[in-house]
């Protein structure tokens, strides 16, 4: 069955600090990859999608995340991390619907 | 534009009462999906409309959750004789015309905490 593992439940870092969020799938043929990040009393917001073509995908608010077939990967990054980007950031695949992994707390740190 | 909105925001009851939640999509997309969001989790999906056709309910999780949408947009989410594992965030999302796997566009979910 398809699956998306988030393993890292809650991670803090020091604002200004690098950020690599780990995402693993579960799905056996070309996934399309999604980054999603939720404020707390907001909806979810797309961050970023990988369907095709370059493995490393630009994304909003400074973010980039690097597809790895073979790691079945798709993490995220960003080289420096502000205030504003405490929330939770979830991965998710598409399949015939979106699944989503559990999420990645963030927290930031002045 | 107008994104996508849900009402209330907040629903409490208490076990046994019927619940209905509203999600207007944004105007325009013809797919809309429902997810339920546990507490400590990732959305989970619930069933998926294009236009008023309900194509997929494969995640109501029992025949108390019943969704609709009649005329193809507003989309109403019913559940019948509430239970205290139905609390959750319950989020709406839509997506325009074009392949499966473009962007759907969530709404800011509704809190319902069953007492």
């Known amino acids: 069955a398809q699956s998306v593992t988030q393993p890292d439940i809650h991670i803090t870092v020091s604002e200004g600090a690098s950020l690599e969020l780990r995402c693993n799938y579960s799905?056996?043929?070309?996934?399309?990859l999604f980054w999603y990040v939720q404020s707390p009393g907001q909806g979810l917001q797309l961050l970023l999608k990988y369907f095709s073509g370059d493995t490393l995908v630009q994304g909003i608010k400074g973010f980039e995340a690097e597809f790895k077939r073979s790691q079945s990967s798709f993490n995220l990054r960003k080289p420096s991390v502000h205030w504003s980007d405490a929330a939770e950031y979830f991965c998710?695949?598409?399949?015939?619907?979106?699944?989503f992994g559990t999420g990645t707390r963030l927290q930031v740190f002045p | 534009g107008a994104g996508v909105s849900q009402s209330p925001r907040y629903k409490v009851a208490k076990r046994g009462q019927d619940v209905a939640l509203r999600c207007d999509p944004i105007s325009g997309h013809v797919s809309l999906f429902w997810y339920q969001q546990a507490l400590g989790q990732g959305p989970e999906f619930l069933t998926y409309f294009q236009n008023e056709a309900q194509l997929d309910k494969s995640g109501l999780p029992s025949d108390r959750f019943f969704a609709e949408r009649p005329e193809g947009s507003v989309s109403t989410l019913k559940i019948q004789r509430t239970q205290q594992e139905d609390s959750a965030v319950y989020l709406c999302?839509?997506?325009?015309?074009?392949?499966?796997?473009?962007?759907?566009?969530f709404g800011p979910g509704t809190r319902l905490t069953v007492l």
């Open positions: 998710a695949v598409y399949t015939d619907k979106l699944i």
């Open positions: 999302a839509s997506k325009k015309r074009g392949p499966s796997y473009n962007e759907q566009f």
């Open positions: 799905y056996g043929a070309t996934p399309y």
